[in-house]
């Protein structure tokens, strides 16, 4: 059997085009931060500016895979947004993001404000409807999907917003990433399709640093909301938690189960814990083909850390033009 190769690799396509050979002699780093959602995940390629030549054009698609000599793992696809140059010494940064940002593969921008209606829909409905006009691929498992929301309104608000908006109404997760629109359950540690993510053992002597935090949990645990049926005109207002300081959720909802189940999900992220923890690694190399959808455990810390499985946020991989890899993880506390 042949010596396995774990030294450091990446591969980069713009528009399907494989660039990597073309940009090795200038290469420098590159970076892929995975987020958990709410943020958009990233890709920052850094170059030699006095040995590129041409570069890549603004909205076009990279897809990413890092890894090593032998195998190298997918990591998305990115719309470059935005070009840098700075010197001394002369260095070109480009950036992209999993966010579309139009162009002729998706010629509205997911950010454009519409005004829209629906009455009796699902979950997994309405996100195929959004991601469709965005050229994604939806992805919900069937019991995230099934959820009914009797009315929903779109005023002059974009689809960005919108499931955003409806996730947290669910206590979910809104996530565009790799071409596709995916809706989450915070914390479970599974991908759109209901598979279980990544699970993963990390020792104190694995890490290069560390950094862990412990606050006090929100005391303004009740949360209120209120809703109004748009055909009989009835309205009223919903709570959720206890104690004495007070959370109001600023939208009206178009029923009473929608609100209720708007302030349970709210209160249950305020009676969550604030405990954060992340480090970073180059022994554990594994981790380059994790994602935020998945659960640390700590081992070898004091008791507030390795006592407790955390849930991953964010990974970043970088791998630097002398293959190094460095991989960052930051968790909170299930």
């Known amino acids: 059997m042949g010596r396995v190769n774990y030294a450091p690799a990446y ?14 002699t200038s290469f420098l780093s ?43 793992y997918p990591q998305g696809t990115f719309t ?9 010494p002369e260095k070109i940064t ?10 002729s593969s998706a010629p509205e921008n997911i950010q454009t404000q519409r005004t829209q209606m ?12 959004v991601a469709k006009r965005n050229s994604l691929t939806p992805l919900v498992n069937d019991e995230l999907g099934a959820q009914v929301l009797e009315h929903v309104d779109q005023t002059a608000e974009s689809d960005m917003a919108l499931m955003t908006r409806i996730a947290k109404q669910f206590g979910l997760i809104s996530k565009v990433s790799n071409d596709n629109w995916m809706i989450l359950k915070e914390g479970e540690g599974k991908n759109a399709k209901g598979t279980k993510g990544f699970k993963q053992s990390i020792l104190k002597s694995e890490v ?6 412990s606050s006090t949990r929100e005391e303004s645990s009740v949360v209120e909301a209120k809703w109004q049926d748009v055909q009989t005109g009835e309205k009223g207002m919903v709570r959720a938690g206890a104690g004495s300081a007070v959370f ?13 189940q708007a302030c349970n999900a709210r209160a249950q992220a305020k009676s969550s814990s604030n405990d954060t923890f992340s480090f970073t690694t180059s022994e554990r190399r594994e981790l380059v083909k994790a994602f935020s959808t998945g659960h640390i455990t700590p081992i070898g810390w004091r008791s ?26 930051r968790t909170n506390r299930l």
């Open 304 to 329: 507030e850390i390795s006592d407790h499985t955390w849930k991953t946020t964010s990974i970043s991989k970088t791998i630097d033009k002398n293959g190094g890899l460095i991989i960052n993880v």
């Open 30 to 72: 590159i970076t892929i931060t995975d987020n958990e959602g709410g943020e958009a995940d990233t890709v920052t390629i850094t170059l030699d500016g006095t040995k590129i030549k041409k570069l890549p054009t603004k909205k076009a698609k990279l897809q990413i895979a890092l890894g090593f000599e032998d195998t190298l």
């Open 208 to 213: 290069s640093d560390y950094s862990f935090s």
């Open 248 to 260: 109001q959720i600023a939208y009206t909802y178009p029923s009473k189960e929608e609100a209720q």
């Open 94 to 103: 480009i950036s992209g993001t999993s966010i579309p940002m139009g162009g």
């Open 118 to 129: 629906w009455e009796s829909i699902t979950l997994a409905d309405l996100l195929h409807i």
């Open 80 to 88: 470059i947004s935005n070009f840098s140059e700075s010197g001394f």
């Open 11 to 24: 591969r980069i396509k713009a528009n399907d085009q494989d660039i990597t050979n073309s940009i090795k």
